[in-house]
């Protein structure tokens, strides 16, 4: 930085400092900025300490089954909870309205359940405090405050002629102005990154792992590059102004717009573009496909008939009752290989319609940078519509291994013949239940998310560049006058 430019900067810096206003402004963001840190880590706490009880409430539940038929187990089920992660305190993201819990049983996969947003008064339609929300909303408002006359004022008091005609060029005046407004925001942002990371390193119990360092570096970069983006629009829209009352006008019209009615916009033609099917259609479609593919459940099934007299040919037998192993438990493994492949090919469809109505709002980043920004921060805090397919792909995965465990349980160890009206009911050792591992959810790679995420940080780039060049060689086109 030229030492013009270091003027500059610390002059804006400390004028906005001198003024009351200003002053008071801050300081009211600055405890805002507390509040929501506050309200996240206990939001955090509280939820996840909850997860985590009835998560391990669970794995008791079913370890302490008696001895049962394995396909009793199967339909017994397991409840997978959807752990948080500890940078998610920062940025709620869907984390209130995304459902945190799914019940896992055989031949069929249910809905992800029990979303915060469900258990509220209603308060969570009016939006939730978070230090992310802050960030993305209120401190444009002061970079909007602080340098909407930053240049616009010079020129009403006739400054501006003098400080051209000392060997001060536009380019080092914007780059100056831009700079000090950055050092207002970074005075709010740097303590709040401090506290940040001493939160993020208590809730994941001081043993930080590389990934979720890097995610929060990351997360820091971004918001300085947003900030950057923020402060050089404000002071290029105050450059280009013909007084400060219309470049605040004109940046508040900028905040309303893009901040408040972009968003909403792009979401409501993202669902009217590619909208997606209801609820009971969607599961009529499911039903409709099982009942033609055929159901496990019914000994006289074309499908399952055809299995069975290929068995009895295979093994030479004429009844099922002397097979080497349990027939009912071969005829459910082959059924869940159906049911499931059906069930995941149509939620796969329809996370691809929730992608293309999300993918709206991403290629909008490219005209605006808060719906960059906002993609990126929910993605790093892992509490994006990305993660939570995530969860269900990894939930899926542990149900089918659940079902099929047990399925295989049941042609090892269970026989083909039917007990008398005396004799005690088939069953296994409750021992066997402890064979089947706890679900413990693995959120994605940093590379995976950026992967991801690529489209949003190509938008937030993109803008980093356009204001960089805006600064550097917009100054053929400003007036003195």
Not at 94 to 121: P, Y
Not at 212 to 230: D, E, G
Request: proline share 3%.
């Amino acid at each position: 930085m030229s030492g013009r430019i270091s003027t500059i900067a610390k002059q804006t810096f400390k004028a906005a400092f001198n003024n009351k206003a200003t002053l008071a402004l801050t300081l009211l963001l600055g405890l805002s900025l507390c509040l929501a840190t506050y309200v996240g880590w206990q939001n955090f706490k509280m939820q996840n300490n909850q997860r985590l009880h009835y998560k391990a409430m669970v794995r008791a539940q079913w370890l302490a089954k008696p001895d049962k038929h394995p396909h009793r187990m199967a339909h017994y089920g397991y409840l997978a909870f959807r752990e948080k992660h500890e940078l998610s305190f920062f940025d709620f993201g869907i984390e209130s309205f995304a459902g945190v819990s799914i019940f896992l049983e055989a031949h069929k996969q249910n809905t992800v359940n029990f979303s915060e947003a469900g258990f509220t008064n209603g308060m969570l339609s009016f939006g939730e405090i978070s230090v992310a929300m802050v960030l993305q909303l209120l401190v444009p408002l002061l970079i909007f405050f602080l340098g909407y006359n930053s240049i616009s004022a010079e020129r009403e008091s006739g400054t501006l002629k003098i400080l051209l005609c000392q060997d001060v060029s536009w380019r080092q005046l914007l780059w100056g102005k831009t700079m000090g407004i950055i050092g207002v925001c970074l005075s709010i942002f740097i303590p709040l990154i401090l506290l940040t990371i001493l939160l993020w390193a208590s809730l994941s119990h001081w043993q930080i792992s590389m990934d979720s360092a890097l995610r929060l570096l990351l997360l820091v970069l971004t918001y300085a590059i947003y900030f950057f983006i923020m402060s050089a629009v404000t002071v290029l829209v105050s450059a280009f102004a013909r007084s400060s009352k219309s470049a605040l006008i004109t940046l508040l019209a900028f905040w309303i717009f893009f901040m408040v009615i972009m968003p909403r916009i792009t979401q409501a033609v993202g669902v009217k573009i590619h909208p997606s099917p209801s609820k009971i259609e969607f599961a009529d479609a499911i039903a409709t496909e099982v009942h033609q593919q055929g159901d496990s459940h019914d000994p006289n099934d074309p499908h399952y008939a055809a299995i069975k007299d290929s068995l009895l040919k295979a093994y030479a037998v004429d009844d099922v009752k002397k097979l080497p192993f349990n027939y009912g438990g071969y005829i459910m493994a082959e059924g869940e290989k159906i049911t499931s492949k059906i069930y995941s090919s149509h939620q796969n469809e329809l996370n691809k319609i929730f992608k293309k109505q999300n993918s709206m709002t991403t290629i909008t980043g490219f005209l605006n940078p808060y719906l960059s920004l906002k993609n990126i921060s929910m993605a790093l805090t892992a509490s994006d519509f990305n993660t939570y397919v995530d969860f269900q792909h990894q939930a899926e995965a542990y149900r089918y291994q659940l079902a099929q465990k047990m399925n295989k349980l049941q042609i090892e160890k269970i026989s083909n013949i039917k007990p008398g009206d005396e004799e005690k009911p088939l069953a296994i050792s409750k021992s066997n239940w402890a064979e089947q591992p706890d679900f413990n959810y693995h959120f994605k790679t940093l590379d995976t998310v950026l992967s991801d995420e690529l489209l949003a940080l190509s938008a937030l780039t993109f803008w980093l560049l356009v204001t960089v060049i805006l600064l550097q060689y917009s100054t053929k086109w400003l007036k003195t006058i």
